[in-house]
């Protein structure tokens, strides 16, 4: 059974940075691609970022493209979002996500088989 558990959540001002981590468990992710997304109140889910386990190719949603930043360790079976230059508008929980296949449809939240609880990222100005 596959297992995410994010962390990393907090309240911060605008321009500060959080790290948020995905622990996943419950089988070897080779092949599979993990992403975060994210969901404001009132809002649909938003993809934000994913990253290929075994080759490491990344992708980014224009809203966060050069102040976040998607990583893996796969020692730690554990994906990373570095998120910089925070903004008030990044207030959202944030989930993290992963299934197999290609690198096709990333950003597509149906695609997705396997998600986390989500963890909480507050921005202030």
């Known amino acids: 059974q596959v297992q995410l558990v994010e962390s990393g959540g907090g309240s911060v001002q605008a321009g500060g940075s959080l790290r948020l981590s995905c622990a996943a468990s419950?089988?070897?992710?080779?092949?599979?691609?993990m992403a975060w997304f994210r969901q404001a109140p009132g809002k649909g889910r938003e993809y934000v970022a994913s990253v290929n386990w075994s080759g490491g190719s990344t992708s980014y949603a224009d809203s966060v493209k050069g102040r976040f930043t998607i990583s893996r360790d796969i020692a730690k079976n554990t994906v990373y979002l570095q998120m910089n230059s925070l903004k008030p508008e990044d207030t959202s929980v944030y989930y993290c996500?992963?299934?197999?296949?290609?690198?096709?449809?990333?950003?597509?939240?149906?695609?997705?088989?396997?998600w986390g609880q989500g963890t909480q990222v507050t921005v202030s100005a």
């Open positions: 419950g089988r070897t992710f080779s092949g599979y691609v």
């Open positions: 996500a992963t299934r197999a296949g290609d690198w096709m449809q990333v950003s597509s939240a149906s695609s997705y088989l396997y």
